[in-house]
């Protein structure tokens, strides 16, 4: 095979005819994120999600955001610098994109600060849990935060003066910081001395104050006990001002795979870097002085567009530490454990009920112990050969790297394909491949100019003098922790027209050969692309024919222009389409002549939605079901290795069809209709009672289901 793979790219495969494109409308694709990410800020003032359910929410906005400006208005910074002002399939160019974005998180942050003073703190107080400011401190209350400061604070920070003789520190990636002004008592002049305390990562972001005394628990930002502590650090001189800030960095990865000898080192080297990355953003307190605000921004180069000035504490996603701090039950969901399920609930091997039948695991309410299970009993059987694995992101007790490592240390092949550029898991993954080929596992750090984003585990097993492969296949990543909140789908099976296909993609990534002709899988940069081209435009020509047709995706982000393209004449045939996605979606759903056919949701609930479906009529015939890792954009098409594959069982297709996704389009409480102009409204009231909402639904399928003698995983 060559080095790179070649796909068909996406100008040269239009499934309609050029001169039609033009009248086509997208959603802005930023914006559209930004969209999202105000829907789950409304979860954070939703009346009746528990009070720290909400604040956890709060916090989750804001690692949404961090990510967005490391990354995509990094990416936009550097289009406008280079001078490119090339538009975007919506017509719009990086530097108008960057206007509206701005305008769009000014608003955002207003609302998320406005209900976190005003909503979630007076709730969270009626609770006798509170955050307080140093105005509000008690005198008992300041000597204990003095005390702590002395103690905790003090002996970690180290005072960065800025003059001539003290250049500008080297600030990193989202580090908290305190910006100080000073001036020294002793001269008649006012020297507006500038000097920065980092604050160590390794301090709690958030104390509570006196946590042995009986009452309510209060809470007290870190940044500000360094504030009111800041005067120690500086004898002799005045503190006139001290506002806490944090700078966001460019944290893409720049890597030529093919002029790079070793890329795990090139890999370590460049996450060196990130955390000096060119400044995108800068958060800061509102209070802060605009002449230190302007020396500020000239020491870290940046422009005042990406200045964000914050009325409250900086980064609320640390607000996620107070919610494991609470012991509050009656304050958050109540406990679910996923539950074990039949055929795996049985004491009996697991390739013995695996070669019975076909088995579909829907997580969090099935638990992820059978996928463990599955590399466990590899790693122990002597009947089995080999184990391949991919491997995106894991957990940091991964019991599936410790099978993995079990199974060489017994002597079989064990093959892990470990993806190094797996964004912001990249240093986990370095170690994780460090540490298995240490264990005698061989180690490929996926394939060059392309990110492997594929979930398979194929296991090889002599029985009967032949050998039989065993595969588990999933939408999610082989991660115990993320499976207990995302929603994902794993599939088990033996049948060859899979694993024989699973065995091939392995080879491919492994080592040389010709492109490998998959017929039941759907492979990206192989066919992923053009089956999915060829599925939406089967489901047109049928119903141009008058014959059975509609098509149903549910997917975390519908960027691609063509396959928006090629849905839009879907629609405009009379294919019914229903879509469910969860992010990004460009495509404009209600549109008359166009996509009057085609309806767009979003859920947003307790898990992260990020199960992929894929639901064809096929005329009537046997629906095509297909599941995978691939979401329906450019990168997923032709810059990873993805892999959908087909539902072949008949009670499983209608497992993913008449439980979940009908659940999915039932959903009242957590779904939310795409409009035309943008906006995202809830669906109508069905007036069968009270709002249904698909995840609890499941969770009480799978409390109904749980044997009574199980143990919870």
Not at 169 to 186: E, H
Not at 372 to 395: C, G, M, N, W
Request: charged residues 25%; neutral net charge; contains cysteine.
């Amino acid at each position: 095979m060559p080095r790179r793979a070649t796909a068909e790219k996406p100008e040269t495969a239009r499934g309609i005819p050029r001169d039609r494109e033009e009248k086509y409308p997208y959603f802005n694709r930023e914006l559209s994120w930004l969209s999202f990410n105000r829907r789950v800020l409304e979860q954070a003032y939703s009346p009746d999600k528990p009070l720290l359910e909400r604040l956890r929410f709060l916090s989750i906005v804001s690692s949404n955001l961090d990510e967005f400006f490391e990354i995509r208005v990094a990416g936009l910074i550097q289009q406008v610098e280079s001078g490119n002002e090339t538009p975007g399939m919506d017509g719009i160019g990086p530097r108008e994109k960057l206007r509206r974005i701005h305008n769009v998180v000014v608003s955002l942050i207003e609302e998320q600060y406005h209900g976190w003073q005003n909503d979630i703190i007076p709730r969270l107080r009626e609770k006798n849990i509170d955050f307080i400011t140093p105005e509000q401190l008690t005198k008992s209350e300041r000597k204990w935060v003095d005390n702590y400061f002395k103690e905790q604070v003090y002996p970690v920070l180290t005072p960065l003066a800025i003059d001539p003789a003290h250049p500008f520190p080297q600030i990193g990636n989202k580090t908290l910081n305190i910006l100080v002004s000073l001036d020294n008592p002793a001269t008649r002049e006012i020297e507006s001395l500038i000097a920065i305390l980092p604050v160590p990562r390794i301090l709690p972001r958030v104390v509570w104050i006196d946590p042995e005394k009986a009452g309510a628990q209060r809470y007290i930002f870190l940044s500000d006990i360094v504030k009111l502590g800041a005067g120690e650090l500086f004898p002799g001189y005045e503190i006139h001002s001290a506002q806490a800030f944090r700078i966001t960095r460019n944290s893409d990865l720049y890597i030529d795979e093919e002029e790079t000898d070793n890329l795990l080192e090139k890999i370590e080297e460049e996450l060196h870097k990130r955390k000096k990355g060119a400044a995108v953003r800068l958060e800061i307190e509102a209070g802060v002085e605009e002449h230190l605000l302007q020396r500020l921004l000239r020491y870290i180069h940046l422009p005042r567009d990406y200045v964000f000035r914050i009325d409250g504490p900086i980064n609320l996603m640390r607000l996620v530490s107070v919610y494991g701090m609470i012991n509050r039950p009656d304050l958050k969901y109540k406990t679910f454990n996923p539950v074990v399920r039949p055929p795996f609930n049985e004491d009996r091997p697991v390739f013995r009920t695996i070669a019975e039948k076909d088995v579909l695991l829907h997580h969090p309410f099935d638990s992820f112990s059978p996928v463990i299970r599955f590399v466990e009993e590899a790693a122990r059987d002597p009947k089995v050969f080999a184990i391949k694995q991919t491997l995106y992101r894991t957990s940091g007790d991964s019991p599936i790297i410790r099978a993995l490592m079990e199974a060489s240390r017994n002597g079989k092949q064990v093959t892990a394909l470990v993806e190094l550029k797996a964004r912001f898991d990249e240093a986990n993954n370095i170690q994780w491949a460090k540490q298995l080929e240490e264990a005698g596992v061989h180690v490929v750090y996926g394939m060059v100019g392309y990110k492997i984003h594929c979930k398979c585990c194929l296991v090889v097993r002599r029985e009967e003098g032949i050998l039989r492969r065993y595969v588990h296949l999933a939408t999610g990543n082989y991660n115990p922790q993320t499976a207990r909140v995302y929603t994902d789908l794993g599939y088990f099976t033996a049948r060859e027209s899979i694993t024989g296909e699973v065995a091939a993609l392995f080879n491919s990534l492994t080592g040389y050969g010709r492109l490998p002709e998959f017929r039941s899988l759907q492979v990206a940069p192989y066919n992923l692309y053009e089956a999915t081209r060829k599925l939406i435009l089967r489901e047109t020509g049928n119903a141009r024919e008058g014959k059975p047709a509609r098509i149903i995706a549910k997917i975390n982000n519908l960027v691609d222009r063509t396959t928006i393209e090629n849905l839009y004449e879907a629609s405009r045939a009379g294919v019914r389409i229903d879509l469910i996605v969860r992010g990004n979606c460009c495509l404009v759903p209600g549109v008359k002549g166009v996509s009057e056919n085609i309806t767009v949701r979003s859920i947003i609930g307790r898990f992260l939605e990020h199960s992929r479906i894929l639901y064809f009529e096929n005329a009537g015939n046997q629906p095509l079901v297909y599941l995978g890792s691939s979401d329906w954009m450019p990168r997923n098409f032709f810059r990873r290795v993805e892999a959908n594959f087909p539902i072949e069982d008949e009670a499983l297709r209608k497992v993913i069809c008449e439980q979940i996704l009908s659940a999915y389009f039932r959903d009242t409480k957590d779904g939310r209709i795409l409009q035309p102009n943008g906006a995202y409204a809830p669906p109508p009231d069905s007036g069968d009672g009270a709002p249904f909402s698909a995840q609890e639904h499941f969770i009480q399928e799978a409390e109904r289901s749980r044997p009574a003698t199980a143990a919870p995983f």
